[in-house]
């Protein structure tokens, strides 16, 4: 199994920038892709940014040209920094890796959650 801690949350003002960090323990050899989602109070948790082992990427329209993504796989470490942060972009900010168990069958593991707030 894995486990996941996110850190690097907190109160910033808008415009501002913040890199969040979460570092994967226990079988990380199983992970594939690794990423951030978000959850606003009253709204589903959606997805920010992923990331392949290979490198590959996506993005949420909402934060493309903002956020960067990154992974350190000798770290186990996947990161994401916020540029221009917006009150909008206020939330808890969850790490998710994706862990292959065969082929055709994988678990999503959740860390616990960061929580990011921007000032107007």
């Known amino acids: 199994q894995v486990q996941l801690v996110e850190s690097g949350g907190g109160l910033v003002q808008a415009g501002g920038s913040l890199t969040l960090s979460c570092p994967a323990s226990?079988?990380?050899?199983?992970?594939?892709?690794m990423g951030w989602y978000r959850q606003a109070p009253g709204k589903q948790r959606e997805l920010v940014a992923g990331?392949?082992?290979?490198?590959?990427?996506n993005y949420a329209d909402s934060v493309k040209g903002r956020f960067t993504i990154s992974r350190d796989n000798a770290k186990n470490t996947v990161y994401l920094r916020m540029n221009s942060l917006k009150p909008e972009d206020t939330a808890v900010y969850y790490c998710n890796a994706a862990v292959s168990v065969r082929a055709g069958l994988k678990y999503d593991y959740w860390g616990q959650g960061t929580q990011v707030t921007v000032s107007s």
């Open positions: 226990g079988s990380t050899f199983s992970i594939n892709t």
């Open positions: 990331i392949t082992r290979g490198g590959s990427t």
